[in-house]
């Protein structure tokens, strides 16, 4: 028991938050055939009490639930200070540019829309992870401690302290600060963002950064953050 314990932490694990038995059986066969240890979840109710035991490093989530949709579950996980690593996926039918938004604004990492072909979200699931290991003592970041006045920024402890209290940030949004604020004044394009957090283009546009950018502004003021029209964003120190 023991030993297959060991090896179970030795994978990557996902928890799939979905209210149709065929989803389940589909996904955690082919997760499972992949070597992902695979949690299940019939409900937002049950997949934030199982995302607290297990903590995943992925939750995958629909949006259309009973009880409490995906979106309320995701606003309720983000609150989970123990989760904050845990990527936050959105996997729906639902491809409405609107509730794509309304995905984002709640915390989710990234959105992909049912169906998907098992090889595609296996890579996408991959890749995350192959860049999680940027936050996981391996932030490639320089500085460990960033400071600037009312903003301190610890890259090895993943912490953010806004005038002395901490603030907690989802995994993004911790990114994008971080890569702004390392380079006050500077003016990163859009293009240079989404490369340095996202990679490849994953379907989901630029407005992704538009989300994340109103997200810190409402956590850490609206000037903490300026808009170059056209060009792109700068952190303010």
Avoid at 65 to 89: V, Y
Avoid at 98 to 111: C, F, L, P, R, V
Avoid at 219 to 235: A, P
């Amino acid at each position: 028991m023991a030993l297959i314990k060991e090896m179970e932490a030795a994978k990557s694990s996902i928890l799939i938050v979905d209210d149709e038995n065929g989803i389940h059986e589909f996904l955690t066969y082919n997760l499972e055939k992949a070597d992902f240890v695979v949690y299940n979840a019939k409900s937002g109710i049950e997949g934030i009490k199982i995302a607290q035991e297990k903590n995943p490093d992925i939750i995958l989530l629909d949006v259309m639930m009973p009880e409490m949709d995906g979106i309320m579950t995701c606003l309720e996980l983000r609150k989970i200070a123990s989760l904050n690593k845990s990527f936050i996926i959105f996997l729906t039918a639902r491809g409405e540019d609107y509730s794509q938004i309304a995905g984002y604004e709640a915390g989710g990492d990234d959105y992909l829309k049912k169906p998907i072909a098992p090889s595609v979200l296996i890579a996408k699931l991959k890749q995350l992870l192959i860049r999680n290991k940027l936050d996981n003592g391996q932030t490639g970041f320089e500085e460990k401690i960033i400071d600037r006045g009312n903003i301190v920024i610890d890259t090895e402890k993943y912490m953010v302290f806004f005038n002395q209290k901490e603030i907690i940030l989802p995994r993004k949004e911790f990114q994008l600060l971080t890569i702004l604020a390392l380079k006050p004044n500077k003016v990163f394009t859009r293009e240079e963002i989404f490369h340095s957090i996202w990679g490849e283009n994953n379907g989901s546009g630029y407005r992704t950064i538009d989300v994340h950018i109103r997200k810190l502004r409402k956590k850490l003021g609206e000037d903490i953050v300026k808009t170059q029209k056209g060009v792109g964003y700068i952190f303010q120190e």
